[in-house]
């Protein structure tokens, strides 16, 4: 059965802290993701890579890196944390496709409040 | 102009109503569509994927109409257990990859 996991359902931190969000899958996919969704505005996509350290920025890079060490794990990390990076992020992977599109599955999510 | 666009909602239907949602999109060079349904407070899902030809899944039917820019979803006999959101995904080849471009979703509500 497909897997994500996410390191945290739920996580609390304060401006300025610099704050790790951990994804691990089971799949042996190669492409991975992470979103962030918001009231109004959707899932946007922060990041992303294809590879073993390989990454890309996607929409709203800013305030955010990544790191792809191991093929089944990406980590979000917000360097320092702001109110409006407050926010449910959303991990995501799927397999590579030759000019289609394969299923991304997603995992549960994690709700951040920064204070 | 978004990328792509859809009717928040939310829609309140009863059960066994026939439900009909849209989802607009900006780039004609776009290539593949399809819907992710996500329950309060979970992950989306993949649904179904969107054809020109049309896609049928037992109550769910969905279409694609390129000259108008435009996905549909059509939900049949409604029952309590589709109440979720409903979100459309539009993908184009750019740059190499493809880019993925998520709806903001449209929430239905089935009501006994």
């Known amino acids: 059965d497909v897997k994500v996991t996410q390191s945290s359902r739920y996580l609390v931190k304060r401006t300025g802290e610099k704050v790790f969000l951990e994804c691990v899958q089971d799949m042996d996919h190669e492409n991975m993701f992470w979103y962030r969704q918001d009231p109004g505005l959707g899932l946007r996509l922060i990041y992303f890579s294809y590879d073993v350290k390989m990454k890309e920025k996607g929409d709203i890079p800013e305030g955010y890196s990544v790191s792809r060490e191991k093929k089944e794990r990406f980590s979000l990390i917000l360097e320092s944390a702001s109110t409006n990076q407050t926010s449910m992020y959303l991990c995501?992977?799927?397999?590579?496709?030759?000019?289609?599109?394969?299923?991304?599955?997603f995992g549960p999510g994690t709700r951040l409040t920064v204070l | 102009r978004k990328e792509v666009e859809q009717d928040p909602g939310p829609f309140n239907v009863p059960e066994g109503a026939t439900v009909a949602f849209n989802c607009t999109y900006s780039?004609?060079?776009?290539?593949?569509f399809f819907w992710y349904r996500q329950d309060c407070r979970k992950e989306p899902k993949l649904l179904m994927s969107v054809y020109s030809s049309g896609n049928e899944d037992g109550r769910f039917t969905a279409q694609l109409n390129r000259a108008s820019q435009y996905i549909s979803l059509l939900i049949r006999d409604s029952k309590l257990s589709d109440s979720a959101t409903y979100l459309c995904?539009?993908?184009?080849?750019?740059?190499?990859?493809?880019?993925?471009?998520f709806g903001i979703g449209t929430k239905l509500q089935v009501i006994p």
């Open positions: 780039n004609s060079a776009s290539q593949s």
């Open positions: 995501a992977s799927s397999s590579p496709s030759s000019g289609g599109y394969n299923e991304q599955f």
């Open positions: 995904v539009v993908i184009m080849n750019s740059g190499g990859y493809q880019k993925v471009t």
